[in-house]
């Protein structure tokens, strides 16, 4: 992943940006793009690029422009299909000076305006700049793999990959948490956009482009989810049709991301089913060199070692593997929320830090992932968990159908579904608004929101009347409820969880905090749309998940792996911070006067939380996942008090730009 940032004047009178100011921004970024840096600057308006060379490494430096100069580009991301556009543009009688897709990008631009974007299939963030119609375009990929925030103060547009770039890039800028961001994370895990946890700064809707014109701005949407609301759209072909038109799809996908570069590209290896489907594809396109990279656990709970070591002796490939202990989740962390920007409730993203940093020590950019596959194909047990309950609640009072619960969540040591009263009590609560929308999600969303009994009374009179799960189903698209109710599980599991967290905290910013791309094959555009068009019983028949992936995985995958119980990523949370080898400052984020001088929490609750915590050990089956949720959030909201509301986290990096078009001094 590259680093794009910029400010551009829209107020009268405003002062148009320095070079100081962008060469802040970027030095802010470098992390994402050390490779190169690049500036352009005129009288209004500035773009900053900090670069991870992939494509075109030679002459594919940035910001660029079109031919006449009207209009300039800072681009973070891959278009994997920039070689059909680049010939169709080609015969439209556009020039190139280049051969990177951020051309490619511009020349789209000229050509078809804002519908461009649609014709992308890939991850990206794009900053452009329009010197004739003096305009401002900030657009989005359509499920958020590639980070974009704006901050609109004193007449000035500021925007960047990062927020750590826009705090850098003028000191008065008001850092603040802004409480609804802070609850809508301690509702969903994350924020959803435009909503950011920074009071000021907004992101920019996945699927989204925004364009400012002026002092006026308008939200274009080029792209959404879309399901089957009717047969007509619904995918034409039987199951077995639906397996080939997959595993076509998959391997073009596949191929797409390990060809289009001009650097080697490696492969994430969990021992799930979806990263051994998506290496399996990558050995059969890189029948030579192939890397793969591996975490292993010293808690037995999380490890899955056995399968990763299968998954490298069937494909012979090239493998590395970390294992991480407690005590390196607890290292790491202050950097993993420096890198996530944001309030974290679980550890996992801290392994996925220490594994990057593996892939760049090997000398590898790119890596293939297998994200996103849980969410097209229906994988979580929280799409088998919504359709159990709804079946339930046909029937509410039959003693049989709840059984079905107790085959959910095998991986759980302490599964909420081992005691049949309590699940029969916990998810038999609001039986009867099974048609309501939401309803899949609530358990969840009410077991996360438990963490708000330790607001502080000011935050909690801050956030008044405001609900974070209103806020999001009053934005629901009006064919929602045209939808199967997988598809709205499905929608709901992508807006807030994928594209809030999975892709961000556990994916781009771990990725790129060691100056490594991630690539996804499960969220090439051809791949969703074939994905989202299947009939529910394709993804999940009765209750075995990812079915109809599977099926394709039969002839990649042996069937060990294939057949092996659902068990979901995950990291030791709250013990990593107890006992001797726990950091000091832990125990210094958890004191009264740290807790009372941020604000967000009850120091005396936070108090009476760390005391149960610090007996986990010798107790655990008295801490359960609520109170593993609350000490990380804590932990984490602590850690970003400290880091960007009293700024000791941004301190950006000295650079030289080695691109510098500067059209403001002679």
């Not at 047969?231 to 998959?250: I, N, P, Q, W, Y």
């Not at 420096?338 to 550890?347: D, K, M, N």
Request: glycine fraction near 6%; hydrophobic fraction near 40%; proline fraction near 5%.
């Amino acid at each position: 992943m590259c680093g794009l940032a910029g400010i551009v004047c829209v107020g009268e009178g405003a002062e148009g940006p320095s070079i100081e100011q962008l060469s802040s921004m970027a030095g802010a970024l470098v992390h994402r793009g050390p490779d190169e840096f690049g500036v352009f600057r005129d009288h209004r308006a500035g773009l900053a690029h900090a670069r991870l060379s992939i494509i075109d490494i030679a002459t594919g430096q940035q910001p660029l422009s079109n031919e006449d100069g009207s209009l300039w580009i800072a681009f973070n991301g891959e278009i994997y299909n920039y070689i059909e556009l680049r010939a169709e543009l080609l015969a439209l009688g556009h020039k190139f000076v280049t051969q990177s897709d951020t051309e490619v990008i511009v020349h789209a631009y000229e050509e078809w305006g804002l519908q461009a974007f649609e014709r992308f299939n890939g991850q990206w963030a794009v900053a452009l700049w329009d010197t004739n119609q003096q305009e401002l375009v900030l657009a989005r990929d359509r499920y958020g793999i590639c980070p974009l925030y704006v901050c609109e103060y004193q007449g000035k547009i500021f925007f960047a990959s990062e927020i750590k770039a826009i705090f850098s890039a003028d000191s008065s800028i008001p850092r603040e948490f802004d409480l609804p961001g802070l609850d809508q994370t301690f509702t969903f895990w994350s924020t959803v956009p435009p909503q950011s946890v920074f009071r000021g700064i907004s992101e920019v809707i996945p699927g989204h482009a925004l364009v400012f014109s002026g002092q006026r701005s308008v939200d274009h949407c080029y792209w959404r989810p879309q399901y089957p609301s009717s047969e007509a759209t619904r995918f034409k072909g039987d199951l077995t049709e639906a397996v080939s038109a997959l595993d076509s799809a998959l391997e073009k996908a596949t191929r797409l991301r390990l060809e289009r570069a001009d650097v080697q590209v490696g492969c994430y290896l969990s021992g799930g089913l979806d990263s051994s489907v998506i290496a399996a594809l990558g050995r059969r396109v890189k029948k030579d060199e192939f890397q793969t990279f591996s975490l292993r656990f010293a808690d037995n709970e999380f490890d899955e070692t056995q399968y990763q070591r299968q998954m490298v002796e069937l494909l012979g490939t090239q493998h590395a593997e970390l294992v991480v202990g407690r005590e390196d989740v607890a290292e790491v962390f202050p950097d993993v929320v420096c890198h996530a920007e944001r309030p974290i409730l679980r550890t996992a993203p801290a392994p996925l830090f220490l594994l990057s940093k593996l892939v760049h020590d090997a000398g590898i950019k790119v890596v293939l992932t297998g994200e996103g596959a849980d969410e097209m194909f229906a994988g979580y047990d929280i799409f088998r968990e919504a359709k159990v309950r709804r079946f339930w609640a046909k029937q509410p009072n039959s003693e049989m159908r709840p059984r079905l619960l107790e085959r959910l969540y095998p991986y759980l040591a302490r599964s909420p579904v081992a005691q049949r009263a309590m699940a029969r009590r916990f998810f038999g609560r609001n039986l009867s608004e099974w048609q309501e929308p939401g309803f899949s999600h609530e358990p969840r969303w009410e077991t996360t929101s438990a963490v708000k009994r330790l607001y502080s009374a000011e935050v909690k009179a801050g956030i008044g009347e405001f609900s974070a799960k209103r806020s999001l189903l009053d934005t629901l698209p009006e064919e929602f409820s045209g939808w199967d109710y997988l598809s709205q599980d499905q929608y709901l599991e992508t807006r807030t969880l994928l594209s809030g967290y999975l892709l961000s905290s556990q994916g781009d910013r771990m990725l790129s905090a060691n100056s490594v791309e991630g690539r996804y094959p499960f969220l090439d555009s051809d791949v969703i749309a074939l994905a989202n068009s299947l009939p529910p019983s394709y993804k999940l028949r009765v209750l075995d998940e990812k079915h109809v992936l599977k099926r394709v995985s039969e002839s990649l995958v042996p069937s060990r792996v294939r057949k092996r119980k659902k068990q979901p990523y995950r990291a030791p949370d709250a013990v990593s911070f107890v006992g001797s080898a726990a950091p000091a400052w832990v125990a210094e984020l958890l004191s009264q006067s740290a807790i009372d001088e941020a604000g967000i929490f009850n120091s005396a609750a936070v108090q009476q939380l760390w005391k149960k915590c610090k007996k986990i050990e010798a107790e655990p089956h008295r801490f359960s996942n609520t109170d593993n949720m609350a000490l990380v959030g804590v932990l984490s909201t602590q850690l970003l008090y400290q880091q960007f509301i009293k700024g000791t986290a941004l301190v950006p990096k000295k650079i030289i730009f080695t691109t510098c078009i500067d059209l403001v001094s002679p």
